[in-house]
């Protein structure tokens, strides 16, 4: 099992970047694959990217393509999501996920596809 802080929200102006930060501990961060997700109230928890324990490969939500990156670096058991021109539907808490790596047959893009959660850390974005 493995402890999840995040860090880096805040409120900014659409077009603005943030960068997001989620330190683990108590786990060996290099074997668990990472991902990011986000809710709103009254929607269900959206997957925004995902990234294998070796940072090899990384999966997007169609809605972040090109926008948003996703990146690791295990020496440091840190995980990050850059997320550049934010725009008003960006606005959510996200949440930093954790579950022990293996072969990715498909991507893993639901919730429950992961075993442990940090407490959140709310971006808002103003238009």
């Known amino acids: 099992q493995v402890q999840l802080v995040e860090s880096g929200g805040g409120m900014v102006e659409a077009g603005s970047s943030l960068r997001l930060s989620c330190v683990a501990s108590?786990?060996?961060?290099?074997?668990?694959?990472m991902a990011w997700f986000r809710q709103t109230p009254g929607k269900e928890q959206e997957f925004v990217a995902g990234?294998?324990?070796?940072?090899?490969?990384?999966e997007y939500a169609d809605a972040v393509k090109g926008r948003f990156t996703i990146s690791r670096e295990n020496a440091k058991n840190t995980a990050f999501l850059q997320m550049n021109n934010l725009k008003p539907d960006d606005t959510s808490i996200y949440y930093c996920?954790?579950?022990?790596?293996?072969?990715?047959?498909?991507?893993?893009?639901?919730?429950?596809?992961?075993?442990?959660w940090g407490q959140g850390t709310q971006v808002t974005v103003s238009s």
């Open positions: 990234i294998k324990r070796s940072g090899a490969y990384k």
């Open positions: 996920a954790a579950r022990l790596d293996r072969i990715w047959v498909e991507p893993p893009i639901r919730p429950v596809d992961y075993s442990d």
């Open positions: 108590k786990g060996i961060f290099s074997n668990y694959a």
